[in-house]
Structure formats: structure tokens, C-alpha cells
């Protein structure tokens, strides 16, 4: 009894000693619990207001703010802490690894003004607590993992400003409640999943909003209602499926790539302030119709025009030489025709230029401005030849191309592959007096190395078609049967466990495999391990594997409750952490497209990083178009069978599926709209690295779907990696002429490049016989026939009869554009999307 006394009366002392310098239930006191339990040093014995990041009140009493970013504060917000913070009116806790959020926040109420928890890790749905806040005026969440709805409370806090959920995984619609945050300046909703209209009414509710994304989302149904946002200066709605007119007065705006209909004439830019203050303007990759802007001259503040890629009406040009400052002008696929205004020279500032794939006739104009670096003239009706002044400035500009017209010079200046690929169409003639010497020494210097080097790639591609071969053939004759072990015979978990591929042997260094969680991000829930991925697939069992890619290899599996799955192991060295591993596969986890194969979760087991996807039920496109079935001779007899799998799923191959050009076409812009929403609707940008057949799935409703992007970084490749140096016959040329060349955007348009000239041609990048020429290659051989304009000789005959053949001879001409030698010649896969949607078959073509 004696004994318990004299402990606590201790614990009293101690507690007494403690408050000399930190008294309990103050400011103080509840910041520095928050700290310690959040893993972050507490700043020493000084008064609190002196704490780095922490702001009092005048009479240095109560904390009023608290800004923390990038402190390295880890785990769940705690109980009990900053909930406590009477006065607390800034709390800015980003870039952290924060997990979860608790009571506590929603505790501190309407004296909070700001609160910024962006860059973290909270996932979870996003409670109507925000209501508690009522007097907030910035909130941003920002590139954290919530998902669900967004809370219909938020239309509650009529004094906030500033909204940033971008890149979460929010979904459903927009709620009609966000009306009542009348305050609102930015809005921000990017990248996330969200679907449904704009609530109607958006431009009267919000007066005083200058900043407006809701790019990367699943947006559908009619542009809103825009005309009454009079301080607008920034719009992105692109990445999502708008459609109708255009209203509305704007001085920054970007609606690229959406689905937009209408008359461009009905937007009212009539206001003198609006043209004098128009910087920006980008209307590009829609389906705007009718009539170009009557007053488009009156934008004198104008930098940057688009307006390419929409179905309007065939019109002249539109006056611009009093644009002064005009920096960027595309006005490519716009139907314009007549001929290139000469007032186009006044343009001084034009760094950009670009009217391809119009109907201009004429003459070409003296377009040698000092700040011109990129030209396009291609896909025109354009005559005669090009001025002296701007042929001497071409080999000091960036970009130029006047393929695809009917020019004729003499173009003994060019170098012969500068011809052949910036002029394709142009008939070369020179007087007789030029030496033809002089042209043809610049194209045999090195021939010898360029031979040597086309036989070493010949016998190379050879040898890997055998390869190929061989290993497809050894995959055919194992078993599809995925073996599930019997429900009593339980796996055994005990490692470190090895498996052995066709080719690989890969080890995931785990003890115990029930000690090693298996995220699945849709079903946070599930509590599974690595001993339930080793019992969906027989314990990695070679009867189960679907593909050894460049990455690592493929599995079929079924997880407990059903869940089909494609398990790919990423056996690759990589430098990254196991929490900057994970860190990126949640951050790949929330990037949804309708044409990427979506990230189901992830596995850390030992060194190997696991992705978990969804299972694609009917392969991929390399099967679909050159993997017929062993003993099945043609198509006709393909399309008939049917495929049985264990799980109890029966797949038909229709004809739908193989022999029509409308079906083809679906694939390839399909295709083309995931790698443009890589390129341009993800931050960062991912680059794919290996665009190919094999890497665009089909799921159970035949959409095509693009995998394997985003995983390089978590499988540490390099630029010297064969998996950054592409696929063989997918490659671009810099690859084979640099070893240190990294893979980018327009690396990924020459892949699909293939893959288009791939549909088209029903022919394989390599090893396929190629008639009438003597090519190695798919590109080489039907980008022959495309220059000599002989496309149509080389389309699929079991195509030919199901469409349009023109439509398939300008998606030729597309392909040849993205398989240009010259990366900087390759259009943007914004472009090509563009351009694959105008020769869109209808319903009716086949």
C-alpha cells in the first residue's frame, strides 16, 4: 500500500517539474504533442510562438497559425492536438506522409480561414464535416487518395475562395450544393473520376472566378453555361466528353480535347475590355462547326491562338496581321481555304506557324520572320515554289514541313533525306546546269555504314522473330488452366520463395508469406497477403503465366471473392524505396482513363515489386491480329471459336473483332486518346516507353485498353535500358543512334505510328512478308507506298471491303506522319486523336 503511494507521488513530482517549462491544456502544450506524435522533433524549450512554423496572436498567447509543410509528419492526424487550437485560423500540414485525418481536424471550426493538406497519403472518403468550417476561405486536398463523392456540405462554406481537390480519386458528379460557395475565385477539380454534368447556373452563382479546371475527368453532357464569368482568366475542361456550343467571355481558356459541337461564332467575345485582354486562347481537338471569330483582330494583347483539329465550315482567313504579339498560331485542320495572306509577315513575334491539313491553294508567301522556328504546311493544295529568303532560313529552324502539296523547285540546298521527309509529294527541279553531284555525294557520304547497319539490324530482327516464335510456340503447348490449389491444402508460407518462367527466375525474399499485405485500392478492406496472390496462381505456376514482358512476368489469378487479376512482377533492380515504390503505385492507382488497363493494387514482397491489374478477357491486340489459334488456317474459322477458361468465362471472337475497319479504327483512337491523356492530362507527364500490339488489351466489351504505363521508375529503368530503348520494330531511329537517347512523348507516337500502320496493314513490324519491295521492316515498306501514293495497295485485304478506303488511306498518311525520322517532325498525340476522329466511321459504313 506503502509502495503504490510513494509511485504515484512521483509521477505527481514529475508531472509538477514538466509544467515549470510545457503546463498542460495550453497552445503550446498541444502543439507539441501533435509533433511528437507525429513523428517530428519538437523545437526545444523556447516559447512556442518561436517554434519554426508557428505564428501567434499579438499577445504571444494563442497559436494562430501553423504551417508545417514538409516537416516529415507521418501517420493519422492524432487526437486531441491541433483540434484544440481555439484561435487556429492557417493550418498548411502538406507535402507529408499524413494517412489519415481524425476528429481533430473538424474540431477546429469556423476560426479556421485556411487549410492545405495537399501532397499526402489520406485516402478515404471526405465526410460532410466541412461544414464545421464555416468561415474557411481556401481549402486544398490536392494529390491525396480520396475517393467516394465529393460531400455535399461543401456548398455550405459561402466564404470560401480557393477549392483544390485535384488528383484524388473523387467520383460521381459535381454536386449542385458547390452553387452556394458564391465566393469561390479558383476552382480546381483535375484528374480526378468525375462524371455527370456541370451544375446549370455555374456562371451566375460565381461572379468573381478567374481560374477554372476540371480537366482529366469523365465530364459528359453540354458545355456549361459560361458567358457570365466576366473575370474569367483561365479555363481547362479538356479531357473529358463535353459537348454543345461555346458562350461565353474569356481572356485565358483551354478546351482542348473534348467532344464540343456548335457554332464558334455564337461565343460572344464582343466586349472591347475582353479582346483587349485576351492572352490566351485554345479551342483545339473539338467538334466546333460553323464560322471563325469576325473580330478575332481586335485581341491585340493575343499570344497564343488554336483552334486546330474541329469540323468547321470551309472559310477564308481570318485577318490577323494586327495581332503584333502574336507568338502561336495554329489554325491546322480548320478547312480553311484561299491563299496564305502575304500580311502574315507582319507577324513578328510567330514562333509557331501551322496550317496543315486545310485546302489552301496558291502560292507560298515570304514567311521568313527572325522568331519563326516551327513551320507546317503540310496536307494542302499549295503550287509553285518556296521564296529564297525563307528556304535559306530553313536549316536554322526547329520544325518545317511542306509534305503533301503540289510544290515544284529546285531543292538543291536540301539534303536528300530533308527532301524525302519534310517535302514528300514535291517534285525536285533543278536546272540542268546544277551539278547533280553536289546532291549526290550528300546522300552516298555514308553509305557504307548505313548498309553495314541495315544488314546487322536485318540479321538482328531476324533472329528475334525466331525467338519469338519459339517462345509463342512453348506458351501454346502449356496449359491455360489456372491450378487452384484444393480449399484444405493450405500453401505453404514460409520462404524465401523462388519461381522459374520460360526465361526468367525471379525470387521474392519473404519469411512468412502471410506477413506481407496485398493492397487492393478499390477494397481497402480485404485483408489480403502474399499467400493468397501465391494460392491465385498455384504459386506463380507456369500454367498460369500469360506473358514474360520487358518488365517481368504476367499471371492469371483469382484472388477470394472472385477477383480476376493479371499479376505482374516487376523483377527488375530498382534504386526506389519500398516507400517510394508504394508511394507511385498509389499515385498510378488513381490515374483512370476508359482506355488504360486500370491498377487494381500492389504487393511489396522482399525486392520485387508486384502490380495487381485488372484481368483483360479477350488479350491483347498482338494476338487479335496475328496470333490466330493453332490449326485454325483463316479468320472465317477464328471467328466461330470460342474460348473456355476455368473461371467459368466463355469469350467469343466475333468478326466485329477482326475483319472490319470500323472495329480497327476503334482500337487506334482508343489507343491515341489514353496516350494523349498520358502526355497531356497527367501531372507529371508519363511517357509509356513501349507503345506496341502486345501492350493495348481488350476487355469484355472489345474497348481497347493501354498497359505497363508508369512503371518504369518503380523498375528502375534507365535510359540506357532496353526498357527505355522500345520494343524491336516498335523503336524509333534516335534509339539506334544514341545509346544515352531518352524516350519521350514523340518516342511514344512513332510506337503507335507502328501499331496504326500495324491495323491498317493486318502486317507485323517485323519478320511479315512484305510484297513488291525489298524492306525489313513494316515501316520502312509502307512508308514507300505511302510517299509514291500508292497507299491504298497495302491495306489489309480483309478490311478493304468493310469501310471507307479513303478514310484508310488517310489513316495510312497518319501513321506516316508519327513514324517521321526526325522526332520534332512527329505530331502530338492531341493532334492525332484529332485527326483519327475525322475519319471516324459512321454506323453506317461497312
Known amino acids: 500500500m506503502g509502495g503504490g503511494f510513494f509511485t504515484c507521488f512521483l509521477v505527481v513530482v514529475v508531472l509538477l517539474r514538466c509544467s515549470a517549462s510545457l503546463q498542460l491544456n495550453t497552445d503550446e502544450f498541444f502543439v507539441s504533442d ?34 508545417a509543410s514538409g516537416f516529415g509528419l507521418s501517420g493519422v492526424i492524432p487526437e486531441n492536438t491541433i483540434g484544440k487550437l481555439s484561435k487556429l485560423r492557417t493550418l498548411d500540414l502538406s507535402a507529408n506522409n499524413i494517412t489519415g485525418l481524425s476528429s481533430d481536424i473538424w474540431e477546429l471550426g469556423s476560426s479556421l480561414r485556411s487549410l492545405n493538406l495537399s501532397w499526402n497519403q489520406i485516402n478515404g472518403s471526405l465526410p460532410n464535416n466541412l461544414a464545421n468550417f464555416g468561415e474557411l476561405e481556401s481549402l486544398v486536398l490536392s494529390y491525396n487518395s480520396f475517393s467516394g463523392e465529393i460531400p455535399t456540405a461543401l456548398g455550405s462554406l459561402r466564404s470560401l475562395k480557393v477549392l483544390n481537390f485535384s488528383g484524388n480519386g473523387f ?102 475590355y475582353t479582346w483587349s485582354s485576351l492572352v490566351y486562347l485554345d479551342l483545339s481537338g473539338n467538334e466546333l462547326s460553323g464560322e471563325f471569330f469576325s473580330d478575332l483582330g481586335r485581341a491585340r494583347s493575343l499570344k497564343h491562338l488554336n483552334l486546330a483539329f474541329n469540323m468547321f465550315s470551309h472559310q477564308n482567313f481570318p485577318q490577323l496581321e494586327q495581332l503584333s504579339g502574336l507568338e502561336y498560331l495554329n489554325l491546322s485542320k480548320t478547312s480553311l481555304t484561299g491563299q496564305i495572306p502575304t500580311e502574315f509577315s507582319k507577324l513578328f513575334s510567330l514562333k509557331t506557324l501551322d496550317l496543315s491539313h486545310n485546302h489552301i491553294t496558291g502560292y507560298i508567301p515570304d514567311l521568313s520572320m527572325d522568331n519563326l522556328q516551327v513551320l507546317d504546311l503540310s496536307m494542302n493544295n499549295l503550287t509553285g515554289g518556296i521564296p529564297k529568303p525563307l528556304l535559306d532560313k530553313l536549316p536554322n529552324m526547329t520544325r518545317f514541313n511542306f509534305s503533301y502539296n503540289h510544290l515544284k523547285f529546285c531543292a538543291a540546298e536540301l539534303s ?29 557520304k555514308h553509305r557504307g555504314l548505313k548498309l553495314a547497319l541495315a544488314i546487322s539490324l536485318s540479321f538482328f530482327f531476324l533472329i528475334a522473330g525466331l525467338v519469338c516464335l519459339a517462345i509463342r510456340f512453348r506458351k501454346r503447348t502449356g496449359s491455360w488452366a489456372v491450378k487452384q490449389l484444393p480449399c ?85 533492380g530498382s534504386a526506389v524505396t519500398d516507400q517510394e515504390a508504394a508511394r507511385e503505385l498509389e499515385r498510378l492507382g488513381w490515374i483512370k482513363h476508359p482506355n488504360l488497363v486500370p491498377l487494381t493494387g500492389y504487393c511489396l514482397a522482399g525486392d520485387q515489386r508486384i502490380a495487381i491489374y485488372d484481368y483483360m478477357e479477350n488479350g491483347n491486340l498482338q494476338n487479335l491480329l496475328h496470333d490466330l489459334p493453332l490449326g485454325v488456317q483463316t479468320t472465317e474459322d477464328w471467328s466461330t471459336d470460342t474460348w473456355e477458361e476455368d473461371a467459368g468465362i466463355v469469350q467469343n471472337i466475333t468478326t466485329e473483332g477482326m475483319t472490319t475497319w470500323r472495329f480497327r479504327h476503334k482500337i487506334a483512337l482508343g489507343a491515341a486518346r489514353s496516350l494523349a491523356f498520358l502526355h497531356h492530362g497527367c501531372y507529371p507527364q508519363i511517357v509509356h516507353r513501349d507503345v506496341k500490339a502486345n501492350s493495348i488489351y481488350l476487355d469484355s466489351e472489345l474497348e481497347p485498353r493501354l498497359s505497363d504505363f508508369g512503371l518504369s521508375n518503380i523498375a528502375g529503368a534507365t535510359s540506357e535500358d532496353e526498357i527505355s530503348q522500345g520494343s524491336p520494330g516498335y523503336a524509333p531511329p534516335e534509339f539506334s543512334e544514341s545509346e544515352n537517347v531518352s524516350a519521350t512523348t514523340r518516342s511514344d507516337v512513332y510506337g503507335f505510328g507502328v501499331v496504326l500502320f500495324e491495323l491498317v496493314t493486318g502486317k507485323k513490324p517485323i519478320g511479315d512478308d512484305y510484297p513488291e519491295e525489298r524492306e525489313t521492316t513494316l515501316v520502312s515498306w509502307a512508308r514507300t507506298f505511302v510517299k509514291k501514293n500508292r497507299a491504298l495497295r497495302i491495306i489489309d485485304p480483309k478490311i478493304r471491303e468493310t469501310g471507307s478506303e479513303k478514310q484508310m488511306e488517310e489513316a495510312l498518311r497518319i501513321a506516316y506522319l508519327c513514324t517521321a525520322d526526325l522526332p520534332s517532325k512527329r505530331p502530338s498525340m492531341q493532334q492525332i486523336v484529332g485527326l483519327l476522329k475525322d475519319i471516324e466511321p459512321i454506323a453506317a459504313d461497312h
Open 34 to 67: 501533435f509533433f511528437l506524435k507525429m513523428g517530428a522533433k519538437v523545437a526545444g524549450s523556447s516559447s512556442v510562438c518561436s517554434w519554426k512554423g508557428v505564428t501567434c496572436d499579438e499577445r504571444r498567447e494563442k497559436v494562430i497559425a501553423l504551417v
Open 171 to 272: 467520383e460521381g458528379s459535381l454536386p449542385d450544393s458547390i452553387l452556394g460557395c458564391e465566393s469561390l475565385v479558383s476552382i480546381d477539380l483535375s484528374s480526378n473520376r468525375l462524371n455527370g454534368t456541370v451544375p446549370n447556373g455555374l456562371d451566375d452563382a460565381f461572379k468573381n472566378l478567374t481560374f477554372l479546371d476540371l480537366s482529366g475527368n469523365e465530364m459528359n453532357g453540354r458545355l456549361p453555361e459560361l458567358s457570365g464569368l466576366n473575370s474569367i482568366t483561365y479555363i481547362n475542361l479538356s479531357g473529358n466528353l463535353f459537348e454543345g456550343s461555346i458562350l461565353g467571355l474569356f481572356r485565358e481558356i483551354d478546351l482542348s480535347n473534348n467532344q464540343l459541337q456548335g457554332h464558334i461564332s455564337q461565343v460572344n467575345l464582343s466586349s472591347s
Open 416 to 444: 536528300p533525306q530533308t527532301f524525302n521527309t519534310a517535302f514528300v509529294g514535291s517534285v525536285n527541279d533543278c536546272p540542268i546546269a546544277v551539278d547533280p553531284d553536289v546532291i549526290k555525294s550528300k546522300g552516298t
Open 488 to 572: 484444405k491444402e493450405e500453401p505453404n508460407v514460409s520462404g524465401p520463395f523462388s519461381f522459374q518462367t520460360d526465361s526468367t527466375t525471379w525470387v521474392a525474399d519473404v519469411k512468412s508469406a502471410t506477413s506481407v499485405p496485398v493492397v487492393i485500392f478499390e477494397k481497402p478492406l480485404l485483408n489480403f497477403t502474399f499467400a493468397d496472390l501465391l494460392t491465385a496462381t498455384s504459386h506463380f505456376d507456369r500454367g498460369t503465366l500469360l506473358a514474360e514482358g520487358k518488365f517481368g512476368p504476367v499471371y492469371r489469378g483469382i484472388l477470394p471473392g472472385g477477383i480476376h487479376v493479371a499479376v505482374k512482377v516487376l523483377v527488375r
